[in-house]
């Protein structure tokens, strides 16, 4: 016999003898092997046990904010059970909501932007759609009540960058929420949080059109300004621009609980569907948004807002000359035509709107940490 087979055969009769051959040989049958806990082998055995304790008994929810001390297991359980039935109902008054999408990076932008709502007397309307379990958690502990999600959360643990992949399947998901909300019989605003009230919108919605947006046209000259729509202008779709159709924002609009609207809501999700993101055409929700009202036009009953009153970033931002011309007319200032979450607050500084500097107290989320 080799030596290399009679060592196997040691081997084996080893392992018979002693199941256990890394622990400590006992003469009682009944002794246990103890293993320290101030041992490198205790401490990962403590490890592992939280982790199975915590798979078990905390199921993983994004960020659940009772691993932080934000709330606990029950109201944690609470909020993830919470329908977008239920959170219309809450917040709804006169049967309009008021909506917004948020992801955890953005909770600056939107403590910024109600502030201005609270200022119009018009906060309590508003439901925050969480896009993120650290989100829901954090909005409802603060304002119980104020925020949903709407299962299944997207990747939102980042500000995705427009145009970016991530950034798509953040606001593709706009319209099917819109949709919802119309289905369960409500007026609808839907705002971008980074967007400032100056004044009253509402007053703006006049008649009982199906649904209400804003151009998105930049002016950075005298040219491109007079084009720009001001309060007695037509507010039929504006004529296609070189791309075949229009530059509608999808970040302002008002819909009213028509079939009307709600064909709107339908159409720009199979137009979503048509032009999903890719590495070539890095899509966004917008183009599908003008494709839906475009092919929809004369089925459907339109209402282009006045633009000195809601005006892109492309034009409040870059003309000084014409802001100070319409003042007292800008009703909500969009932060767009710039990319880059340091650079829209910047902007908002130096204008003057970025409120939560020295007026949280005013927000209904308070100071946020």
């Not at 997207?154 to 953040?170: E, I, L, V, Y």
């Not at 999903?276 to 089925?299: I, R, Y």
């Not at 003042?327 to 650079?343: A, Q, R, S």
């Amino acid at each position: 016999m080799s030596s290399s087979s009679l060592h196997q055969r040691q081997q084996q009769q080893q392992l018979l003898s002693n199941p256990s051959p890394f622990s400590p040989r006992s003469n009682s049958p009944f002794q246990r092997p103890f293993i320290s806990l101030f041992t490198p082998t205790g401490r990962l055995l403590v490890l592992l046990s939280l982790i199975v304790i915590l798979g078990v008994f905390v199921p993983w929810t994004g960020t659940p904010d009772i691993l932080f001390g934000g709330g606990d297991a029950s109201s944690a359980a609470k909020w993830r059970d919470y329908t977008l039935a239920e959170a219309a109902a809450f917040a709804a008054k006169n049967g309009t909501v008021i909506v917004c999408a948020v992801s955890e990076p953005y909770l600056p932008f939107l403590s910024n932007w109600l502030i201005s709502i609270a200022r119009q007397k018009h906060q309590d309307k508003v439901l925050v759609i969480a896009e993120d379990y650290a989100t829901l958690y954090k909005v409802n502990q603060k304002w119980p009540g104020h925020a949903v999600l709407v299962a299944p959360a997207p990747d939102a643990q980042t500000a995705h960058k427009f145009g970016s992949q991530g950034f798509f399947n953040f606001t593709s998901r706009r319209p099917r929420h819109l949709l919802h909300i119309l289905e369960l019989g409500y007026n609808v605003m839907y705002n971008d949080v980074d967007m400032v009230w100056l004044a009253d919108p509402f007053t703006y919605l006049q008649g009982h059109h199906d649904i209400y947006f804003t151009d998105d046209m930049a002016a950075d000259n005298s040219t491109d300004l007079d084009n720009v729509k001001l309060l007695n202008h037509s507010h039929d779709l504006p004529a296609p621009g070189k791309k075949g159709r229009t530059y509608i924002c999808s970040c302002m609009i008002f819909l009213r609980p028509t079939s009307g609207a709600k064909q709107i809501m339908k159409k720009w999700i199979d137009e979503l569907h048509d032009q999903p993101w890719s590495k070539k055409s890095k899509s966004n929700d917008q183009p599908a948004f003008n494709w839906a009202l475009n092919k929809t036009a004369g089925q459907v009953d339109l209402y282009l807002l006045p633009q000195v009153a809601f005006p892109s970033g492309g034009l409040y931002f870059k003309n000084q000359a014409w802001v100070e011309e319409t003042k007292g007319l800008h009703v909500i200032i969009h932060n767009n035509y710039i990319t880059g979450f340091e650079k829209k607050i910047k902007r908002f500084r130096e204008f003057g709107l970025w409120l939560v500097d020295d007026h949280s107290d005013e927000s209904p989320l308070g100071r946020l940490q």
